[in-house]
């Protein structure tokens, strides 16, 4: 199926003949291309709904939704360290918003930065004890939300299926071919 058949393929039933207003049923005699757009579609949308609301609920007092995450990923390394250039890799922002954002951490005393002794240009990025008490904090009230938004719509045994084919998902997108993804690492397109 080339692309334009799919763009003109009705790809969704309207959800209003179907009596709701913001539930759609996927057509099932698309082709797959045409699933695998409907199936991106509903993730994507799913994720910006969430996010939207976990970022309304965050306890922001300390620190802000993009500063928890990088002490969340901070939190799950080793030492609670790691190299400035493998936590960008972890984020969802460019290498020179998340210098700004770990500059920040850094006055507040939220994390320290040390040169790496093994890259004269690198940079080490450590949650500081403080840093991990605030995180700590926050990641109490932050996982309360998380939990309340997803099992709003879905059963344990619902969550455990979506963590499972998110994963496969994450691995088996993470083993294709740099080329065949059509980005590096370093970007994200939604």
């Given at each position: 199926m080339d692309d334009e058949a799919l763009v003109d393929e009705p790809t969704l039933l309207d959800a209003r003949t179907l009596g709701h207003d913001?539930?759609?049923?996927p057509d099932p005699t698309r082709s797959e291309k045409a699933v695998a757009v409907s199936a991106w579609e509903a993730l994507f949308r799913a994720q910006v709904s969430?996010?939207?609301?976990?970022?309304?609920?965050?306890?922001?007092?300390?620190?802000?939704?993009?500063?928890?995450?990088?002490c969340f990923n901070l939190s799950t390394q080793p030492g609670r360290r790691c190299r400035m250039r493998d936590l960008t890799g972890h984020l969802l922002l460019?290498?020179?918003?998340?210098?700004?954002?770990?500059?920040?951490?850094a006055t507040r005393g939220i994390v320290e930065k040390q040169p790496d002794p093994t890259d004269a240009r690198g940079v080490?990025?450590?949650?500081?004890?403080?840093?991990?008490?605030v995180y700590r904090a926050v990641a109490v009230q932050h996982a309360t939300s998380i939990a309340e938004q997803l099992s709003a719509g879905l059963d344990d045994a619902e969550l455990r299926t979506l963590t499972d084919l998110c994963t496969k998902l994450r691995v088996a997108t993470g083993e294709l071919p740099a080329a065949r993804r059509g980005a590096t690492t370093d970007t994200v397109s939604a």
């Open positions: 913001k539930t759609v049923v969430v996010m939207r609301n976990l970022n309304s609920e965050f306890p922001g007092d300390e620190i802000s939704f993009n500063e928890y995450d990088v460019t290498q020179p918003s998340v210098s700004r954002l770990v500059d920040r951490l080490i990025v450590a949650l500081t004890p403080h840093g991990f008490d």
